[in-house]
């Protein structure tokens, strides 16, 4: 009885503490946008929008009249108050951008949306008014730069050039951006990276890579130029194909009496603050755009092109290995197969080698050592195949053909793999029946012993029915060579679709893409922004090539659309799958919470192929 009465003063308490944090959550959730009324031009401020309940999904409108410098940038605060055994809980997501005013005038930015409780939530929207000159608030951002007149596209400008106009498809082109400048530039920020439908880019220049500097006269004036950055692009269709501008913010200095201050960055400390530009200068920020870019991108020659092409495209060399060539059966061996050379290494797939059927043969596991210089892509990649030999005897492994385009010559080249000779000896627990005379101990299986036939004479007697002759033992007669018919026939069925690549390759499609999710995850909790973009693209890339039978080399948006078309996949899925793919290559690049933008992006491609994978069956 006193047990009942502890229990009960313990849980009339729990039951009101219950109550109370209940009443906390049940506070009226707000989604509302803040922003300053009136700001200057050229000027840089916050817009904040905030909800106080757990949320996500957040979307956010079209921001055209302001330029985005960072952002969207989310946070979280929560609190938990008791008051009188009153428990009150609170939870505030927010998301931040920093934007800059571009011209003068009243506008009005739509309102945005964000998921709460299953529920779509709309904010307020926000007017902000642009005046000329200084505001009446301060700024948000503190920024040094100041409205001033306009600075000629004679002294600062961007180029864009290409190391080649008509490549191949496939072909290695490197696209070069330098600034121009016959004025100090003490800042700069790429604000926006050009949308490159039809390639497939790689970065060849990393954040630590020291600028190439130097000077150049064009019409008779002198400039500094420095290279900030430069890209790999490999066209995956023919035609003409269009690099579009890129967008780049500087903070150009103009002469000004008071004493200029130097700059943390080594590069323009060197490249600018010398007598070249003068001593003194004020801050001016300008929006710069490089020139576009046609290139004909000339389709690969049919003449001469085998069915062992896979879409290799440079100057290229291969060398095999294998770490055993005898080896007990049931012991594993390893066969590497390495690509090395100049060119598209990325694109190159797993050789088809022709292993002995008495071979188990895993999927292989791909080594990469790339190089990424301002040179361009080089480096090789590794095939490990794992090998179990089953049965023991002699075997060989027939060479390998790998077919690449040759772009020195024009032409179509094969190359060949070395032959292995493998020597299988008998396992542990293997072996096979020997025989000789009727002697019980001649008989044996090799590793095992086995009892002899019991020759004893047995007293049988008859009963009402025989087994033999009746029904039963036809059935039981027969089993065997039906049974033995089945296998024969489901083995024929099992080796034939496993000679159908293709169809193997549809099957284990979404198993290889989960794989590469699995390994982008880790990346995503090492923060490693390049290698888990790297694996993303290839999960997705990988996961249509695999999955209707098209080389990388011919993938493009265009190709996977209308693969997708052919199958009756929902339009807006097949939207959602491109833009997940465009948003693949814009990650290397976003502004703002990298983080976060690699958890939208890993969410993003997690539910297209599930649910493209939903759709296919």
Known sequence: MRMKSVNRKFIFPLLLLALSVISGYGQQVEFKATARDEVAVGEQFRLIYTVNAQANGFKAPSI??????????QSTSSSMQIINNQVTRSIEYSYTFVLQANKEGTFTINPASVNVDGKSRQSNPVTIKVVKGSPQQGNDNQGTAQSAPDISSKNLFVKASVNKNSPYQGEQVIVTYKIYTRIPVSEYSVTKIPA??????????????????YR?????????????????LFAQKSGKLKIAPLELDVIAQVERKTKRARTNDPFFDNFFNDSFFGSAYQNVRKTLYS??????????????????????VGDFKITSSIDKKTVKANDALTLRFTVSGRGNLKFIDKPNIIFPTDFDVYDP?????????????????????????RNHGSYTIKPASFVYFDLD???????????????????VGGGSYVGAGNDKEDFKYIGTDIRYI??????????????????KFWILFMLPFVLFIIFLVTWQKELKKRGNIALMRNKKATGV??????????????GNQQSFCTEISNALWGYISDKFNISRSALSIDSVSEALQKQNVKADLISKFVSTLNNCEFARFAPGDKSQVMDNLYTEALQVITQTEQELK
Not at 64 to 73: K, L, T
Not at 409 to 427: C, D, H, M, P, Q
Request: without cysteine; proline residues 4%; hydrophobic residues 40%.
């Open 64 to 73: 055209r009249d302001f330029s985005i410098i960072v952002g969207p940038n």
């Open 196 to 213: 490159l439908t039809g390639f497939w880019t790689e970065n060849l220049m990393k954040d630590n890579t020291p600028l190439k500097q």
């Open 216 to 232: 150049e006269t064009i019409n008779g004036a002198e400039y500094v130029v420095a290279e900030f950055k430069k890209d790999a």
């Open 291 to 312: 020139n576009s870019i046609i290139l004909n991108v000339k389709p690969l020659p049919v003449a001469g092109k085998s069915n062992d092409f896979s879409g290799a």
């Open 365 to 389: 596991r791909i080594v990469d050592n790339i190089n990424t210089t301002a040179s361009g892509m080089s480096g090789k990649r590794t095939f490990e195949f794992l090998i179990v030999p």
């Open 409 to 427: 010559n024009g032409k179509y080249k094969t190359l060949r793999s070395a032959e292995f000779k493998i020597t299988v000896e008998k396992g």
């Open 454 to 471: 019991n020759t004893d004479i047995l007293n049988l007697r008859p009963v009402n029915m025989f087994l033999f002759g009746s029904i």
């Open 513 to 526: 893409a989960r794989k590469r999710l699995k390994a982008a995850e880790q990346y995503l909790k090492q």
